[in-house]
């Protein structure tokens, strides 16, 4: 009787270890989770959001934001931002967000810093060395998660309105999460560097191009827009760094081993979401690139705007700017174009997709507290770079129906047509920073300068008929002054 007593309270003790072991490590978390508050309401507030009109801009300090130049003396990109056209100093505004964020936050972390630096004049100033510390850091950290983006959630009936939502499904992407708390879009290569989009391919149906979103970064740092986030290439091992450390049920339920041995995904969406689809390792290792996130909503409110010139998603529709030559004068009799410089940022994007063959500009985003004047941030540019052999002019409209262009944008669209400083080279020698160059190959490269010369020319025609003062959109009075001290204003 005594050894049963004993077994039973051995056993009793032993099924108390189990539960008590089972309440800590899952039912304790999941109660834990239940019980904390929404940080927002169930459904999607997003449109509500983006409709409330934008505060008043913040009063304007002076930032240095060109730096000196140096290295390689024989380095047509050094001398390019080195060009007295560059190291000129903007008055501009306070930084978007506060240098007391609410959380405790590591702040010299590279992409705190990056979402501290944003102005209403660009992404990050010219002068910033952070833009150099955060690819170097998207490239090497470790990730330490991995989920879906919100397109891809917004496919599957989920809503997050920490992110701008616009689903599509006809493409892969991935939110990678690094140990320094830091996030990153992540696209895969889905085409090899030298394959050129099908003629008969539609242009919301082709392929987003993992090297056309590092190469569209490259590029709008040429062109001095800044307005495209920091974007690096990086060879990612598919098992280690997402399938191993993902809690994404559904994302791990897409990963299997092909007939060849290789490890591959793909998405889970209604439609094009096959394992004909899908991205595969060699066997574990894939190209891709890294685009650094936003500041959330929360902190940095956006809108998502349809853009005036957007196409028709349709096999046979097209919209009114396709046949309507006065179209422009439409455009400018519906606010805010007619009364800000709206119009001439939308100009500057599409002369920014002419160059890299972009037609897939369907909406662009602004951050509200910059008001109507703000900046377009040029985001989803992997539609890029998938035709060298035609140069689409139509992505021109804005250009050619408006005849508007900024001085600033057209001072340096001639200074990349010069020899010292030809745009196929500093592209050429920019994209030699990436871990995956080449990036583009070299026909890519030869394009810009075509499509280059084609937008001075369109500029050209405009100057003849109308006038260079009715062409050329000159800066605020005082916008541009002469940098006469190499010492970084404070905002």
Known sequence: MPGLRRDRLLTLLLLGALLAADLYFHLGPRVRRRLQPRERPLG???????????????????????????????????????????RRMYKEQLNLTSPEPPVQLHQEASWVQFHLGINRHGLYPRSSPIVSKLLQDMRDFPTISADYSQD??????????????KPSGVHLKLVLRFSDFGKAMFKPMRQQRDEETPEDFFYFIDFQRHNAEIAAFHLDRILDFRRVPPTVGRLVNITKEILEVTRNEILQSVFFVSPASNVCFFAKCPYMCKTEYAV??????????????????????????????????SLAGREEWEVNPLYCATVKQLYPHGSSDRLLNIIDMAIFDFLTGNMDRHHYEMFTRFGDDGFLIHLDNARGFGRHSHDEVSILAPLFQCCRIKRKTLLHLQLLAQAEY????????????????????????????????TVLRTVQDCIEALGEQSVVADGPVGQWAPDSSRANATS
């Open 44 to 86: 999607c507030p997003c449109a509500r959001r983006a409709a409330s009109p934008a505060p008043a801009p913040a009063p304007s300090a002076p930032r240095r934001v060109e730096p000196g130049g140096g290295g390689d003396p024989g380095s047509k990109l050094q001398a390019l931002f080195a060009h007295p056209l560059r």
């Open 152 to 165: 891809e959630k917004a496919l599957l009936g989920a809503c997050d309105c920490s992110q701008i939502v």
């Open 280 to 313: 595969c390792g060699n066997p574990h290792l894939l190209e891709g690139s890294l685009s650094a996130f936003l500041p959330s909503l929360n902190l940095a409110p956006r809108l998502s705007v349809p853009n005036p010139w957007i196409r028709s998603y």
């Open 422 to 453: 030809r745009l196929s080279d500093v592209m050429r020698e920019s994209l030699l920073e990436d871990p995956l160059s080449p990036v583009l190959t070299e026909p890519h490269l030869l394009a810009l300068d075509r499509r280059l010369q």
